[in-house]
């Protein structure tokens, strides 16, 4: 069954700083992998996934994301933290086992800004 | 191309009733799927259609249950609602079934169950 865990319910960083947002995941077979994020009282907007190209994602408004099949991660950094970055962010897995793709998110993180 | 939308934004409810809400997929999208958020969690998938027909199932009552119409738009049903009920109720629609498609998520309506 898939899996996926985020450390740490909130992040705080201060403007202009590395932001870095972790998830592991766990899975039987080569993963799905997928970022979200989710501003107040809004949907959830992709930022990027993973499909079995690139270990190396690169997804909207400066975010990237790093596959590492060893250890089970899929961590989103940004070298330089924006106050409109602050947000709820998502990390997601989906294997296709049973023959669907139905993800499976995580709790989520709520990043903090600072100016 | 406009994106996904949902009525009503906001809805509360009491405790044995029952709630109809919608959900507007982008034009030529095949498939809606529908999440529960509760407070402080991820998404939790509710069921799937595709063309109009059940495609999925998530660990969710019968009481739940769901419509997808030729003209793109969709419904939830929930059926003697919970306290546990009350969550941001998020729909998602994508072009088929393939994992590369996209799900454009619309922005939600907060469900609040008395």
């Known amino acids: 069954a898939q899996s996926v865990t985020q450390l740490g319910s909130h992040v705080s960083v201060s403007e202009g700083a590395l932001v870095l947002l972790r998830c592991n995941y766990s899975s039987s077979v080569p993963p799905y992998l997928f970022w979200y994020v989710q501003y107040p009282n809004q949907g959830l907007q992709l930022l990027l996934k993973?499909?079995?190209?690139?270990?190396l994602v690169k997804g909207i408004n400066g975010f990237e994301a790093e596959f590492k099949k060893s250890e089970t991660s899929f961590h989103l950094t940004k070298p330089s933290a924006h106050m409109s970055d602050a947000a709820e962010y998502f990390c997601?897995?989906?294997?296709?086992?049973?023959?669907?793709?139905?993800?499976?998110f995580g709790r989520g993180t709520s990043l903090i800004v600072h100016p | 191309e406009t994106g996904v939308t949902q009525s009503p934004t906001h809805l509360i409810k009491t405790r044995g009733q029952q709630v109809t809400l919608r959900c507007s997929s982008q034009?030529?999208?095949?498939?809606v799927s529908w999440y529960q958020q509760a407070l402080g969690q991820g998404p939790q998938f509710i069921f799937q259609y595709y063309r109009e027909e059940e495609n999925g199932r998530g660990n969710f009552p019968p009481r739940f249950s769901g419509l997808q119409f030729p003209n793109y738009s969709s419904e939830l049903n929930v059926n003697a609602l919970e306290l546990d009920d009350s969550a941001l109720y998020l729909c998602?629609?994508?072009?088929?079934?393939?994992?590369?498609?996209?799900?454009?998520f619309g922005p939600g309506t907060r469900l609040t169950v008395l």
């Open positions: 993973y499909t079995s190209a690139a270990t």
């Open positions: 034009s030529g999208h095949n498939t």
């Open positions: 997601a897995v989906s294997d296709g086992t049973g023959g669907s793709y139905i993800p499976t």
């Open positions: 998602a629609s994508s072009l088929g079934l393939e994992m590369t498609d996209t799900q454009y």
